[in-house]
């Protein structure tokens, strides 16, 4: 399984901190976070859209990085700073 993790304004809008997703094999994080988002009964864009950033293993990835089993992905809002 891989553990998906949403932060800030991604989880206020999946409204979960994280879930669990089994892989048979492994999969490109695009269907990954296809598969997170049917099974949260929310809309792909919530979750695949060019504002938002991901990490894998604490690694910033694009949608095309394939993930494994026991990875973590994380889900992140834009980072502002200042």
């Known amino acids: 399984m891989a553990t998906v993790r949403f932060f800030a304004s991604v989880r206020d ?3 979960n901190e994280s879930v669990e997703i089994p892989l048979a094999k492994p999969l490109p994080l695009r269907d990954v976070l296809a598969k997170t988002a049917a ?3 929310v809309d792909e864009v919530a979750l695949i859209n060019p504002s938002l950033l991901y990490a894998v293993n604490k690694n910033m990835e694009g ?3 394939i993930v494994n089993n026991n990875d973590e992905v994380a889900v992140l809002p834009p980072l502002s700073g200042g």
């Open 13 to 15: 809008r999946v409204k």
């Open 39 to 41: 099974a949260l009964k």
């Open 63 to 65: 949608l095309d990085f």
